[in-house]
């Protein structure tokens, strides 16, 4: 069975500033997505960014960006130049890649506050 | 853009009462899921839905829930007898190629 951990139940960070978000997974499949997903005070999950696996290259939207680790299964969520907008609860979620319309798996979400 | 829309944003129940919460997915979209989060909590899977039947479901999921596409927009979540720990944010998302899924706004659950 696939697992998602997120270490920091809590971070803040100053606005402008970088904060980089921990995931971490365990899996033995081969073929997969990686997600984060970002949930604030209305609780709309938002979709901020997507990696397949079998794609070495990081995936980069805007001010946001990751650190895929394969081998060490890590998946780190990296926002530049904070804004005070992205306060909010993030999960980091995986995806088994199938014709089925795969169930994604959440991690326990790390609670990011951006201060002025 | 086209959305995930979810009725009601909130419902209140008795106990033991059924519940219908309501989605329409993105129209193209084949693959269709619930999911649910407890106050607090991480968001945990219920269902998935492909070609008219039930592709996946978890141990949350039991006999106590279904789910249905009536007609060829809604796509529906029965709780036939609710408990207090159904009490949740209840999340419908859609997909065209199972790949990036699409959350409506969720419905707030209460079960008094």
């Known amino acids: 069975a696939q697992t998602v951990t997120q270490s920091q139940p809590e971070m803040s960070v100053q606005e402008a500033e970088t904060v980089t978000l921990s995931c971490t997974y365990d899996t033995s499949e081969n073929n997969y997505y990686l997600f984060w997903y970002k949930q604030p005070p209305s609780r709309q999950m938002i979709l901020v960014i997507r990696?397949?696996?079998?794609?070495?290259q990081n995936a980069t939207e805007n001010r946001f960006s990751v650190n895929f680790q394969k081998a060490a299964k890590s998946f780190s969520l990296k926002i530049s130049d904070s804004q005070l907008g992205d306060t909010a609860m993030y999960f980091c979620a995986f995806m088994k890649k199938d014709n089925q319309g795969g169930k994604l798996i959440f991690g326990q979400g790390t609670e990011l506050s951006v201060k002025p | 853009e086209p959305e995930v829309t979810q009725t009601p944003s909130h419902q209140v129940t008795q106990m033991g009462q059924e519940v219908i919460l309501r989605c329409v997915p993105i129209s193209n979209h084949l693959y269709f899921y619930w999911y649910r989060q407890i106050l607090g909590q991480k968001v945990e899977f219920l269902v998935s839905?492909?070609?008219?039947?039930?592709?996946?479901k978890s141990e949350i999921f039991d006999d106590q829930f279904s789910v249905e596409r009536p007609d060829g927009s809604n796509f529906t979540l029965k709780i036939r007898s609710t408990k207090l720990e159904d009490s949740a944010m209840y999340f419908c998302?859609?997909?065209?190629?199972?790949?990036?899924?699409?959350f409506g706004p969720g419905t707030r659950l209460t079960v008094l």
């Open positions: 990696q397949e696996a079998y794609k070495q």
């Open positions: 839905f492909y070609n008219n039947e039930i592709s996946e």
């Open positions: 998302a859609s997909s065209d190629w199972g790949n990036e899924q699409f």
